[in-house]
């Protein structure tokens, strides 16, 4: 395989362009199917197009940027990751993927290379999940694990829908999700946890991506006066929310299991200094690497917040708003990820990925894994993320060489290869997430 590298400068210089569109009061919010995530939209279909890739987006806003090169009837390998992000994020969070992915697609052009099927490039809607649930949204419905219709009526947390709003914003396309299908998908992400710059390692090969338990508490207790209530007569919801906080810590603190908790959103109601809250409305993430763990703990939960609601005499529901088991990535791309970066002379160890990520959902439908850089201090979700320069283009020329030897691969490679080499993997059915479906309580 010749050696061939992305520009890195064009890739650094695209970064900071995007990551400084949606930016309001001098804070990246580019939440999904906004004006901002219009913007961005509209600037990575522009350097698609000056790429000479054709443009297809679809129903539920996927984008796609595909190099009509080699077989047309050959299954293309796809690269992706998103560009919506989080409140007040960094510029790295998907959009490296993306923009790393465009530069491989250039490098492999402008070195004549032939690839032997077409490669593509995506940048999936909603993956951080903070506008409309699930996370992974877009993806989702590309691999068929959420119905287009259901997810174009995904309610967002200010009251609008998906469907409305990626038709408002001119990205509800023509296609029909999951159109293409690809012959193996792989993304380039920052590690957004802090292994890799703790072990000053450039590259992480990631062989697994844990479960994710999505899900919204509403606690109903009884407004009252601050003042005249004595204490033991209240039925206070803010008070029971915030044990809920305060359980989760404890138990996860007191174990030795890698189970995370985060309540990231809280309101009360009526929400006022001298009156007791009647209602708080909170979220939970729980994530767990093993799906048997997961379990064990959204069962504890669930018994937690029985207790919680007569111990406080107040109620208590419970909405599921994502579910998803622990996946295997595909281990002849983790092995091709790794020996790819020690072509490079980069030193690599495997990881599970504690985030969620687009290829989680990819892997339902074909071989996906995915490439760690590091994050600085490991900081992400903060416009505090950063990853070096040296490590962006490091990754970015892994990247581009494992797509190069995956486009040259012809149809029948992954069928003989899975056979002769990989009996043993499971690839992991995730849950489907369900907008009615919560804790049982
Ligand atoms: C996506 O960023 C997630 O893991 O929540
Ligand atoms: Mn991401
Ligand atoms: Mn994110």
């Given amino acids: 395989m010749p050696s061939f590298a992305i520009d890195a400068s064009r890739l650094l210089a695209r970064l900071h362009r995007l990551g400084d569109t949606g930016r309001t009061d001098g804070a990246l919010t580019r939440l999904a199917a906004s004006d901002a995530d219009r913007a961005g939209r509209d600037l990575v279909c522009g350097w698609m197009r000056e790429a000479g890739l054709g443009v297809?987006?679809?129903?539920?806003?996927?984008?796609?940027?595909?190099?009509?090169?080699?077989?047309?009837?050959?299954?293309?390998?796809?690269?992706g990751s998103h560009i919506d992000t989080v409140i007040n994020?960094?510029?790295?969070?998907?959009?490296?993927g993306v923009l790393?992915?465009?530069?491989?697609?250039?490098a492999l052009q402008e070195a004549g290379f032939t690839p032997a099927r077409p490669i593509a490039l995506a940048a999936f809607t909603n993956e951080e999940g903070v506008r409309y649930a699930p996370d992974m949204l877009g993806s989702l419905v590309?691999?068929?694990?959420?119905?287009?219709?259901?997810?174009l009526a995904a309610i967002g947390t200010d009251g609008t829908t998906l469907g409305g709003e990626l038709a408002r914003i001119g990205y509800a396309g023509p296609r029909t999700p999951g159109f293409l299908r690809p012959h193996a998908y792989v993304e380039l992400h920052i590690e957004q946890g802090p292994v890799l710059d703790a072990e000053r390692l450039p590259l992480g090969a990631v062989e697994t991506l844990q479960g994710i338990s999505w899900h919204r508490i509403t606690i109903d207790g009884i407004a009252n006066h601050a003042g005249t209530t004595p204490m033991a007569m209240r039925r206070d919801a803010g008070h029971a929310a915030a044990r809920v906080v305060t359980y989760l810590r404890d138990?996860?603190?007191?174990?030795?299991?890698?189970?995370?908790a985060t309540v990231g959103c809280m309101v009360f109601e009526p929400n006022a200094i001298n009156v007791i809250p009647a209602?708080?409305?909170?979220?939970?993430?729980?994530?767990?690497?093993?799906e048997t763990r997961l379990q064990t703990e959204e069962a504890a939960l669930a018994d937690f917040l029985v207790t919680l609601a007569a111990a406080e005499r107040v109620s208590i529901a419970s909405e599921r708003l994502a579910r998803f088991e622990p996946?295997?990535?595909?281990?002849?791309?983790?092995?091709?990820i790794e020996h790819a970066a020690a072509q490079r002379g980069l030193r690599t160890r495997r990881m599970t990925s504690g985030a969620g990520h687009d290829a989680q959902m990819m892997a339902r439908i074909c071989?996906?894994?995915?490439?760690?850089?590091?994050?600085?201090?490991?900081?992400?979700?903060?416009?505090?993320?950063h990853t070096a320069a040296s490590d962006l283009e490091a990754g970015a020329n892994v990247l581009l060489d494992v797509i190069a030897t995956l486009a040259l691969e012809p149809d029948d490679f992954w069928w003989n290869h899975q056979k002769s080499e990989s009996g043993d993997q499971t690839k992991s059915e995730s849950g489907m997430p369900s907008q009615s479906e919560g804790i049982p309580l």
């Fill in 279 to 290: 209602r708080a409305t909170f979220t939970i993430d729980l994530r767990d690497p093993d």
């Fill in 327 to 336: 996946v295997i990535f595909d281990p002849a791309i983790v092995a091709a």
């Fill in 56 to 79: 297809e987006i679809d129903r539920v806003g996927n984008l796609f940027g595909i190099w009509h090169a080699g077989d047309p009837a050959a299954d293309p390998v796809l690269i």
């Fill in 142 to 151: 590309h691999a068929g694990g959420l119905a287009v219709e259901a997810a």
């Fill in 251 to 260: 138990r996860l603190a007191g174990s030795n299991a890698p189970t995370v």
């Fill in 89 to 96: 994020a960094g510029i790295y969070d998907g959009c490296y």
């Fill in 100 to 106: 790393a992915g465009l530069s491989v697609i250039e």
């Fill in 367 to 385: 071989p996906a894994a995915m490439i760690f850089v590091p994050s600085i201090d490991g900081i992400s979700h903060n416009p505090r993320e």
